[in-house]
């Protein structure tokens, strides 16, 4: 953005900080804070306050792009080297961003959707699979592309780098091992058609695992879903998983049709060659892991780890970075709930055609000069696509 533009913005980031009632982390007085600056350069960082008024005070007076502080608590987070600090243990964080996922989405509120999908997933993983309560976990949209989930149960601040890579690995499947899921239970001896016998193993899937009962669920869903579908909409559909193709999808359809034969799946017992190792990897890797991105896996077992700071600003966006508990997730609307200005309108020069839906208003603007709202104006500057050109009509009311 030209010098102007991160003027104005600048400007309106400060009157946000002047007006909010801004969150403090647990202990925030012993994390590191880091800020990144509108203007070019590298991360300010190594920062400590003792008080709330102090971080209020630096956020008013410098306006930083971004805000961030640190996953783990020090006995002197101010201290320039890492190894000076004095670690004293770190909130288990999870970061979700469609950026780095998996997501086949046109739009980025398709994006924003799809990844609150695994959002859900990562939090039935916390509740159920590891017994923390709703009151343990903090989820905030982190005002760009997705959610991060803090955990802040006593016993996960000492568990060390390799121990938190234990929980990404199983929440997400890898090195799952099926052998000690499925357990053959029995041969079943039936006519081959040609005179001679056949044997077909029958498998029973062992809920002693937490991973077996979600693979026998997602198993259940699965064929429940098929049973419903038109004959040639289910072929579509499960032609399109990797690794399956025409001929057996319609084998399974077959089966989905049987009532006979889900009724068994759904008592745990299945005939393992009629259920094909796509569908199981599609079960598991589609519909029952969680999915963090290459880039995202890393910051759970990080414990050093800065996070943005919820009820900031996210300077690539203008939204809002918005702390959440699990029942206002659910209906949580972060084009409308993380929107932080919506009075007045302003012009904008726009760099190339552009669409977004902000407060349940859908807008498509072609390039050139533009009147908008200051929501969306923001939001497009922010991102990249336009520089501001002037205030339009009364001044703007914050």
């Known amino acids: ?77 101010s201290a320039p080297k890492m190894a000076e600090k004095g670690w004293e243990g770190a909130e288990l964080i999870f970061d979700l961003d469609a950026d780095h996922l998996q997501i ?16 859900i997933k990562l939090l039935r993983f916390l509740e159920d699979d590891f017994g923390f309560s ?17 955990v802040y149960h006593p016993k996960v601040w000492k568990l060390t780098s390799p121990e938190r890579r234990e929980i990404v690995d199983y929440i ?28 077909a193993k029958l498998t029973k899937i062992i809920h002693t695992s937490s991973w077996g009962e979600r693979i026998h669920q997602g198993l259940v869903e699965f064929m429940e879903e098929l049973s419903e579908m038109e004959e040639d909409e289910a072929i579509e559909y499960l032609s399109g998983i990797k690794g399956l193709g025409k001929k057996r999808a ?27 190792t796509p569908i199981w990897r599609y079960i598991i890797e589609g519909r029952m892991r969680v999915e963090l991105g290459e880039v995202d896996e890393p910051v759970t077992a990080d414990i050093k780890r800065l996070i943005r700071l919820p009820t900031s600003l996210h300077g690539g966006s203008s939204l809002k970075v918005v702390p959440l ?43 050139g000069i533009n009147d908008v709202p200051l929501a969306v104006g923001l939001f497009l500057i922010c991102r990249g696509m336009a520089e501001f050109k002037e205030i339009r009509g009364n001044k703007l009311i914050f």
């Open 1 to 77: 953005m030209d010098e102007r533009t991160r003027a104005f913005v600048k400007s309106i980031f400060r009157a946000y900080y002047r007006r909010e009632d801004i969150k403090m982390p647990l202990k925030f007085d012993r994390r590191e804070w880091g800020f990144m600056p509108f203007e070019e350069g590298r991360m300010h960082r190594h920062k400590a306050f003792r008080t709330k008024r102090d971080v209020i005070e630096y956020l008013r007076d410098e306006v930083p792009r971004h805000v961030y502080y640190s996953s783990a608590v020090y006995t002197d987070p």
């Open 104 to 119: 086949k989405a046109g739009s980025y509120e398709e994006m924003l959707d799809a990844v609150k999908k695994e959002t």
């Open 134 to 150: 709703q009151d343990d976990i903090e989820i905030a949209f982190s005002g760009g592309r997705g959610y991060h989930v803090h």
């Open 172 to 199: 997400t499947a890898r090195g799952l091992d099926l052998d000690r899921i499925f357990r053959p239970k029995y041969s079943i001896v039936g006519d081959s058609g040609e005179g001679g016998t056949k044997d």
């Open 250 to 276: 319609k084998k399974l359809l077959e089966v989905a049709k049987d009532k006979t034969q889900v009724n068994a799946i759904k008592d745990g017992n299945i005939i393992a060659k009629k259920i094909p």
């Open 325 to 367: 508990t699990r029942d206002a997730f659910n209906d949580f609307d972060p084009l409308v709930d993380a929107v932080a200005f919506d009075k007045g309108e302003i012009t904008i020069d726009l760099t190339r055609e552009a669409s977004i839906s902000l407060n349940d208003e859908n807008y498509s603007f072609d390039p």
